[in-house]
């Protein structure tokens, strides 16, 4: 069965450093989506992404994040200065669209900011 | 403001024993509504999900969910639990279409022997 991947499965950085957080969603998938759950929290929407372009972002999603499709098979959630509070559970997420289309999660990338 | 609650933290159920799992919503209009569990150093795998229609929704690993519109709840529910249920269920819902999902802050089931 096909499914999301992601890597790595845990990093851990330095507050100040960039991250990048690497996904390979399903391949006849439309709509790409990045969701966060830091420890002990709630599972908080990030960004979504279609045609190439981001379609919806959340208030957390600010200037230091940024996503990219560089190829057709990688979507990636790229860090820019790493804070404290950015420790978390980081999950991708497919679709292959339509309303209310079934998103296919990843097992997450757990990042740890020290 | 728009939320996803779900009540109860931690639940341990005797294997065997039936399971409900509760999620309340509020919403203006009805969302779509999911249920989704975790296992450990697993991703999100969706159980079950609401549309329209039949307001009983039957899922995967013989699971199922009741929409009831005037409670604004919409229960996960199995009749009989076993030892490999255990895991962490979170309840979502999407007022959007556009899988912008809310989600609960999640349920953790312990299945006793």
């Known amino acids: 069965e096909p499914e999301v991947t992601q890597t790595p499965s845990h990093q851990v950085t330095q507050m100040g450093q960039e991250v990048i957080l690497r996904c390979v969603p399903i391949s006849n998938h439309l709509y790409f989506y990045w969701y966060r759950q830091i420890l002990g929290q709630k599972v908080e929407f990030l960004v979504s992404?279609?045609?190439?372009?981001?379609?919806?972002k959340s208030e957390i999603f600010d200037d230091q994040f940024s996503v990219e499709r560089p190829d057709g098979s990688n979507f990636t959630l790229k860090i820019r200065s790493t804070k404290l509070e950015d420790s978390a559970m980081y999950f991708c997420a497919s679709s292959p669209g339509g309303m209310a289309g079934e998103l296919f999660f990843g097992e997450g990338s757990r990042l740890t900011v020290l | 403001a728009q939320s996803v609650t779900q009540p109860d933290i931690h639940i341990t159920v005797s294997e065997g024993a039936s399971l409900e799992l509760r999620c309340n919503y509020s919403y203006g209009a009805t969302p779509y509504l999911f249920w989704y569990v975790q296992s450990p150093g697993q991703g999100l795998q969706l159980l079950l999900k609401?549309?329209?229609?039949?307001?009983l929704v039957q899922g995967i690993k013989g699971f199922e969910a009741e929409f009831k519109r005037s409670q604004s709840s919409f229960n996960l529910r199995k009749p009989s639990v076993h030892w490999s249920d255990a895991a962490e269920y979170f309840c979502?819902?999407?007022?959007?279409?556009?899988?912008?999902?809310?989600f609960g802050t999640g349920t953790r089931l312990l299945v006793s022997p």
């Open positions: 992404f279609y045609n190439n372009e981001i379609s919806e």
């Open positions: 979502a819902v999407d007022n959007t279409g556009f899988q912008k999902l809310v």
């Open positions: 609401y549309f329209s229609g039949d307001t």
